[in-house]
C-alpha cells in the first residue's frame, strides 16, 4: 500500500491566489520523501493538503488507502512544524500524552507510551518539565514524540528543523532516522536545505515557483546515512542535481 497519493490536486485560495497545479506525487510505505522549492512555491500548503487542514480545490489526496480527512480523525499521521507548538501550561510528558488522550486511550498506556517516546528522543528525564524549561532543540524533540505518540504510518515535518543550530539540527537528524528505521515510519518532511534534504531523503522532490508544480523527482541512495554518507561522492553529486533541478 501507499502512504500518500496525491492525484491531480491544484489548490487555489479564497483570495484566488493558486498555491499549487496539477501536482500528483505518490509516497511509498517506509519512504522518506523530502520536498524542496522556492519559498511560496506551495510546500507547506501540499502538506496541509495531506493533512486535511485544507481541502484541494480539484483532485484527491488518499492516506494509508483512505481519504485524507477519514485518515485525519483516525490520526493516521503525525503532524511536527517549525514551531514546536507544546502546550506551554502541559508538562512535557503531558504534551506527549495529548493525541493518545485524544485517541480515549487509558492513564496508565499514556503514561507507558509517552516514557517510551521520550525515551526514543532521548528526553528520559525531562517528562515532569514545562516546555519553557527546555531548549528549542529539546522542545522540537518534544514534539516529534508526540507526533509518534500514537504510532502513526505516517509523519509529516513542515520545517522541524528550520530554527535550530547546525550542531543540533545534525544530531536531531541522527535521531529522526533511526525513529523512522525502528518505526518503519513513512516521512514527508518540508525543508529548505539542499544539504539536509539529500541527507535525509529516500527521494527529493523539487517543485517550481508558484502556483507550485513538481518539476523533479531525484532519488538518493547513499552509502550510509552518517557523517560518512555525508562526504561520500553520491552526496555530493545528489547536492549538484538538486541545486540544478531548483534553478530550473
Ligand atoms: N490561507 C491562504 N490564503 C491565501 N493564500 C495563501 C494561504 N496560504 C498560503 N497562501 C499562499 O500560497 C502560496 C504557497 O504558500 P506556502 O506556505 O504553501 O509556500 P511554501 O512553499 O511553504 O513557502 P515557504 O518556503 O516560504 O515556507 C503563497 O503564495 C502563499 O502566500
Redesign the pocket.
Known amino acids: 500500500m501507499t502512504a500518500v497519493e496525491i492525484a491531480q490536486v491544484s489548490k487555489t485560495?479564497?483570495?484566488g491566489?493558486q498555491?499549487l497545479s496539477e501536482v500528483d506525487l505518490t509516497v511509498g510505505d517506509g519512504e522518506f520523501v523530502s520536498l524542496i522549492?522556492?519559498?511560496?512555491?506551495?510546500?507547506?500548503?501540499?502538506l496541509?493538503l495531506i493533512a486535511d487542514l485544507?481541502p484541494p480545490t480539484t483532485g484527491t489526496v488518499t492516506v494509508a488507502g483512505k481519504p485524507a480527512g477519514q485518515a485525519r480523525r483516525e490520526q493516521a499521521y503525525g503532524l511536527a512544524f517549525q514551531q514546536a507548538g507544546l502546550f506551554e501550561w502541559r508538562t512535557v510528558r503531558r504534551n506527549v500524552e495529548l493525541p493518545l488522550e485524544l485517541r480515549g486511550a487509558g492513564k496508565a498506556e499514556r503514561q507507558a507510551r509517552a516514557e517510551e517516546m521520550l525515551a526514543l528522543v532521548g528526553l528520559a528525564e525531562f517528562g515532569g518539565h514545562y516546555p519553557g524549561q527546555l531548549s528549542g532543540g529539546m522542545q522540537q524533540r518534544v514534539a516529534i514524540a508526540r507526533a509518534l505518540a500514537v504510532q502513526p504510518p505516517l509523519l509529516l515535518m513542515?520545517?522541524p528543523f528550520g530554527a535550530l543550530d547546525e550542531m543540533t539540527r545534525e544530531r536531531l537528524q541522527a535521531e529522526l532516522l533511526s525513529i523512522c528505521a525502528t518505526t518503519g515510519t513513512s516521512t514527508v518532511f518540508?525543508t529548505?536545505s539542499i544539504s539536509e534534504a539529500v541527507f535525509l531523503s529516500d527521494r527529493v522532490v523539487v517543485?517550481s515557483a508558484?502556483p507550485?508544480r513538481i518539476t523533479a523527482s531525484i532519488e538518493v541512495d547513499l552509502p550510509s546515512r552518517d557523517d560518512a554518507g555525508r562526504q561520500s561522492p553520491v552526496y555530493f553529486d545528489k547536492v549538484t542535481e538538486v541545486r540544478k533541478a531548483l534553478r530550473g
Do not use: Q, Y
Not at 522549492?37 to 501540499?46: F, H, I, M, N, V
Open positions: 485560495f479564497a483570495d491566489t498555491a522549492g522556492p519559498s511560496g512555491c506551495g510546500k507547506s500548503t501540499l496541509r485544507i513542515d520545517e518540508v529548505h517543485m508558484r507550485g
